[in-house]
Structure formats: C-alpha cells, structure tokens
C-alpha cells in the first residue's frame, strides 16, 4: 500500500490542476495513466497480466494526452478503455483462482 501512496497524492491535485486551468480535455489520459501505474505497483501480489493490464491503461492513458481529438464530453474513450480493461482483469482474477 505504501509504494502507491505518491499514486493516491498525485490523482487528485492533477485533476483539480486541470480543471482550474480548463484543461479537461487532459483528464482522461491522467485518470488512465495513474490507473494504470497504481495497477503496475501490484505486480507481486496480483497475477502477471494483471501488471501487463496496467501496461495497457498506461499506454491508453499516454495515447488519449497525445491525442487532440478526445473530448472530456464524449464518454466513449473513457468507458471503452476502462470497460474492457474491467473485463480483463476480473477474467484474469477468475481464472487464476481455478
């Protein structure tokens, strides 16, 4: 828990940063990449694709700041990302407690 902690500092003064300074278009690409680095922190108490689900939410979240074309309004991005990296790591947890 305590190597997450600058994780768990960080999520909210960036968000508040970026909405004070309009950036809301930023905040999805944020919210994935610190999602995914707080899932890569687990990476001996959780099974291996877990850790690889956090490379992904990692890549989603530098993939949507790099892209000008998203938009804090249009919740697809976001719900998609997360809705299938969801998915993944409840079949991940699933399967390896058979």
Same mark, same amino acid.
């Given at each position: 828990m305590y190597e997450l902690w600058p994780v768990w500092e960080v999520f909210p003064t960036l968000s508040v940063a970026l909405v004070r300074t309009g950036q809301l278009d930023l905040l999805f690409g944020v919210w994935m990449a610190l999602y995914g680095a707080s899932r890569m922190g687990h990476r001996r108490?959780?099974?291996f694709p877990i850790y690889c689900g956090g490379l992904a939410y990692l890549?989603?979240?530098i993939f949507f700041l790099l892209w000008r074309g998203v938009s804090f309004t249009d919740p697809r991005p976001m719900g998609l990302v !997360? =809705?299938?990296?969801?998915? !993944? =790591?409840g079949w991940v947890l699933v399967r390896a407690r058979n």
């Open positions: 108490s959780l099974p890549a989603g979240g !997360f =809705g299938l990296g969801e998915l !993944f =790591g």
